[in-house]
Every structure is written in structure tokens, then in C-alpha cells.
């Protein structure tokens, strides 16, 4: 039991390179998410998926895109990477929002140069 | 979205000393939970508790929400213990969760 697996853990791009950040989760979680962290600034929702096939705005959403096409996978893509975008992401899952009993994946830290 | 303060910011304590930190809403919440991030980064759940009172070992948590606040608890401070403590809650109504700024703990031997 890997609980949430992100990847890479460390990434350095330029600006205007797209990539994708992995997430995966192995408990049959049906809520996902995606937060990016800046100092001061706590955790933002970038994008959550209610199960697969259902994807929603968070906070944050420009510049990134997500798909769910399966329950494990949650992946996370930078469209044109800007300096703007340095920062550390977490994904994260649940089985409900709504109880809680969020894991947090060890987190990638990117950095857009 | 929905405002959370959280206090102090910062806190220096000595190992065995109690400490309590403080979240504040702007509005009325569902879903709130406290969080751990240890000085590696990474996060743990520590408690969902959108009401009333839990308690976890040393720690333990009170939510009143019709005063639009949550408290966390530390006794016996540890110097596992150090790291950021983050609240976070979501609407009555959504599925966006709004974390606050953190409390940064420090515990020193």
C-alpha cells in the first residue's frame, strides 16, 4: 500500500516548456486534488475530481489543466510553463471530502526558469 | 472564497511546554480539518473535526462553529512536534477546500 505517489519530486523547466506532474493513489479514493504551496501563502486549490470522468475549478486554475480518466490517476499538466509557477504541488486524496482523511502525496517541487 | 486566519504565526516553545493554536473563518464552514507538515514537507491529517472536541494522544482539537473558529491543542510539546500547523475548511455547500497561512511551531530541546 503506496498511499499517494507523486512524481517527479523534483523538476527545473524553462519558460514556455509544458510537462506533467504524475499523481497516482492505490486506495480507491474517489476525491483527488492538486494544491500548490508558496511560502506565506498556505496550500491552493489548483483543480479536485469527485471520481473519475468529473473534473472542477479550484482556486488557482490557470495554466493547468487535469484529466481523471481512472480512479488511481490524477495528473496534472503545465500547458507553458511561467516563473509564476515555481512553487511546490501536493496532490491529494480522500474517499470523501466530506469525512476527511486526506492523504497528501511527498510533494514536487518545480521550479520555472 | 472563505477567509482563514490563523494564530499565532509563529511560535517558539520549549519541549514539555502546552501550546494553542488558533484558526479563524470569515464565514460559516463545513469540512474542517487540521494538518501537520513536518520540516521535510510533507503533510499529515491530524484531525477532521467540524464540530465539537477530539483528542489524539497529546493532541486534540475544538471546533465551535457558530463562533466561526477551531482550536488545536498541544501538550507536552516534542520536538517532533515542530513544523506547520494548517487548518482548512470547505463551504457549507462545496468541495473547495481554503487552507490557512499555518502556524509555524518550533520546539526546542
Known amino acids: 500500500n503506496a498511499g499517494v505517489t507523486q512524481t517527479p519530486k523534483f523538476q527545473v523547466l524553462k519558460t514556455g516548456q509544458s510537462m506533467t506532474l504524475q499523481c497516482a493513489q492505490d486506495?480507491?479514493?474517489?476525491?483527488m486534488s492538486w494544491y500548490r504551496q508558496d511560502p506565506g501563502m498556505g496550500l491552493r486549490l489548483i483543480h479536485y475530481?469527485?471520481?473519475?470522468?468529473?473534473?472542477d475549478q479550484g482556486e488557482v486554475p490557470n495554466g493547468y489543466n487535469v484529466s481523471r480518466s481512472t480512479t488511481e490517476d490524477f495528473p496534472l499538466r503545465l500547458l507553458s510553463a511561467a516563473p509564476s509557477q515555481t512553487s511546490v504541488y501536493f496532490c491529494?486524496?480522500?474517499?470523501?471530502?466530506?469525512?476527511?482523511?486526506?492523504?497528501f502525496g511527498s510533494g514536487t517541487r518545480l521550479t520555472v526558469v | 472564497g472563505i477567509q482563514v486566519e490563523q494564530s499565532p504565526p509563529d511560535l517558539i516553545l520549549q519541549e514539555g511546554a502546552n501550546s494553542t493554536l488558533r484558526c479563524n473563518f470569515s464565514?460559516?464552514?463545513?469540512?474542517l480539518q487540521w494538518f501537520h507538515q513536518n520540516p521535510w514537507g510533507q503533510l499529515i491529517n491530524l484531525f477532521y473535526?467540524?464540530?465539537g472536541t477530539k483528542q489524539n494522544g497529546r493532541l486534540s482539537a475544538t471546533t465551535v462553529a457558530t463562533e466561526r473558529y477551531s482550536l488545536l491543542y498541544i501538550s507536552s510539546s516534542q520536538t517532533t512536534d515542530s513544523g506547520v500547523y494548517f487548518c482548512?475548511?470547505?463551504?457549507?455547500?462545496?468541495?473547495?477546500?481554503?487552507f490557512g497561512t499555518g502556524t509555524s511551531l518550533t520546539v526546542i530541546p
Open positions: 491529494a486524496s480522500s474517499y470523501d471530502r466530506r469525512i476527511g482523511g486526506y492523504t
Open positions: 464565514d460559516s464552514v463545513n469540512n
Open positions: 475530481s469527485v471520481g473519475a470522468g468529473i473534473t
Open positions: 486506495m480507491n479514493h474517489e476525491y
Open positions: 482548512a475548511a470547505t463551504r457549507p455547500t462545496g468541495n473547495q477546500f481554503y
Open positions: 473535526i467540524p464540530s
